[in-house]
């Protein structure tokens, strides 16, 4: 019998796999939030350390367009989507330019309010990128040229509807969602759409207004407005059933039809719905534009999940089940997504904070903080990194020690990847409408 137990112990501990479902390589970061769940927890080993990181080689590199959002890795090369769909792939060690898809529509475009905020994904393969353009299509890219494998329009009418957040890939899928763009000027509808990574053919669509129909709308043919899917993850996935888990932000909300300012629990080819939670004050926080999307669901062990959003609450939900709220804490308005740690760790940016959370016994427990701004935290390596305020602040993840700062310019949306030898980071806001840029490279 102990012997028994021994054995089946051995097959856990060697069968046990991260977030994405899959092993992934020290040597790559091919998503945003580096796996498929968006804990933003990468690699163990990135051979950046508390050691050496204060003592890396900084190298400002420029480029044709601003990332306001944040790149992938595979292999030695970066890949970066600037705010007008260029899709651009970087030798990481040397700044320097391999290939550059531009899209069709890049002339016309370039310079205007038509923009996308989404970061690439790289197929499991590593042989694909999938990227976003600001005019509404996702195109599937040969990762040694940048040659166009496919293409797909997901929205009828992209001057309205944005691809705001970041691509997933997930069970032969790529999942993308749309929203609107700043402003909100109607009409729009945030949906997610999954799409055969193979073939390029649409396989599902689920609209959060409109719920009903179950096809790309023109957004002026719904009755309703706005629901947009916009925080930086998009669609995460839930490791233990591989749901699609997404959050929207203001729209009405009849729990049938219409799902604002709502966590959405779908199944992970989007099909259907299998679960949604929408806070008691729904309604005020629709009329005061406090949208509950601003930021994603963080998700935990045993089915929890964080979520903020504008009115500066930090929940605790039970997704699994009937969805409902669990705790609830003030942390401060969330326009960040939460970084999940072994997952007992939850740490969470705002405009004037970052701030540690345990999470054990069903519950959040508050462990440290600081006054220090962030972007999306991201753990890699032992080391919290939160970009910030002309910086990114590296800290000791359980104490909140600051370890070392690495200068950057001004940030937006983006978060740093850190995989390697390289702490790689975009400058810059899309909202300013410029065509050039800078990635900033940190490198052992």
Same mark, same amino acid.
């Given at each position: ?8 112990a ?14 992934? *390589? ?18 163990? *080993? ?5 050691? $050496? ?6 190298l ?14 595979? +292999? ?31 002339? &016309?475009? @370039?310079g205007?309010?038509? /923009? ?15 990227? @976003? ?12 040229? %940048? ?6 329009? /997901? ?27 700043? +402003? ?16 390029? !053919? ?14 790309i /709308? ?6 309703? *407005?706005d ?5 930086? $993850?998009?669609?995460? #996935? ?26 959405? #629990? ?5 099909? !259907? ?5 929408a ?25 929890? @999940? ?5 009115? +500066?609450?930090? =929940? ?5 089940? =009937?969805? &409902? ?6 942390? +401060? ?8 740690y ?9 405009? %004037? ?16 903080? $600081? &006054? ?18 002309g910086? /990114? ?5 359980? $104490? ?11 940030? &937006? ?8 030898g ?17 990635l ?5």
């Open positions: 019998m102990k012997r028994a137990l021994l054995l089946a051995l097959l856990v501990t060697v069968c046990y796999l991260p977030a994405s479902g899959s092993a992934t *390589s020290v040597q790559s970061w091919p998503l945003f939030g580096y796996d498929t769940a968006r804990t933003n927890q990468g690699p163990a *080993s990135t051979g950046i350390t508390a050691a $050496n990181v204060g003592h890396l080689r900084h400002r590199i420029h480029l044709d367009g601003t990332v306001d959002s944040s790149p992938v890795y595979w +292999g030695g090369t970066l890949f970066v989507t600037t705010t007008y769909g260029r899709t651009e792939a970087i030798d990481a060690r040397t700044g320097r330019v391999k290939w550059r898809f531009v899209p069709p529509a890049y002339a &016309h475009v @370039a205007s309010a038509q /923009i996308t905020n989404a970061s690439p994904a790289i197929d499991p393969s590593g042989k694909y990128v999938y990227a @976003a353009a600001s005019d509404g299509r996702i195109r599937k890219l040969d990762a040694a040229n %940048g040659h166009v494998v496919w293409t797909v329009r /997901i929205t009828r009418d992209p001057t309205r509807e944005k691809i705001t957040s970041s691509l997933n890939v997930s069970r032969g899928l790529v999942i993308a969602t749309t929203g609107g763009y700043i +402003g909100d000027a109607p009409p729009y509808q945030g949906h997610v759409v999954t799409i055969g990574a193979a073939s390029g !053919r649409i396989a599902h669509v689920w609209n959060s207004l409109c719920a009903d129909r179950h096809t /709308i023109l957004p002026s043919s719904c009755h309703s *407005s629901s947009a899917i916009w925080s930086r $993850n998009g669609a995460a #996935v839930d490791p233990a059933n591989g749901n699609l888990v997404v959050a929207t932000g203001n729209a009405p909300y009849d729990g049938k039809t219409d799902f604002g300012d709502s966590v959405i #629990v779908l199944t992970p080819n989007a099909s !259907r719905i299998v679960g949604h939670w806070p008691s004050n729904q309604a005020h926080l629709n009329s005061s534009d406090l949208d509950l999307g601003s930021t994603s669901p963080g998700l935990l062990p045993g089915g929890y @999940a964080v979520q903020g959003g504008k009115d +500066g609450v930090l =929940r605790l939900l039970q997704l699994h089940g =009937r969805p &409902h709220l669990v705790q609830s804490l003030s942390v +401060g308005a969330l326009f960040s997504v939460p970084a999940i072994q997952g007992r760790w939850v740490f969470v940016a705002t405009s %004037g904070s970052t701030q540690a959370f345990r999470f054990g016994g069903g519950r959040l427990h508050p462990a440290w903080s $600081n &006054h220090t701004d962030g972007t999306s935290p991201v753990e890699a390596g032992g080391l919290l990194y939160v970009a910030g305020n910086a /990114i602040h590296v800290y000791t993840p359980t $104490n909140g020690h600051l370890v070392a700062t690495l200068p950057t310019g001004a940030v &937006h949306w983006q978060s740093p990847i850190v995989v390697d390289v702490v790689a980071m975009p400058e810059g806001n899309a909202n300013d409408h410029a065509t050039s840029g800078v900033d490279l940190f490198r052992a």
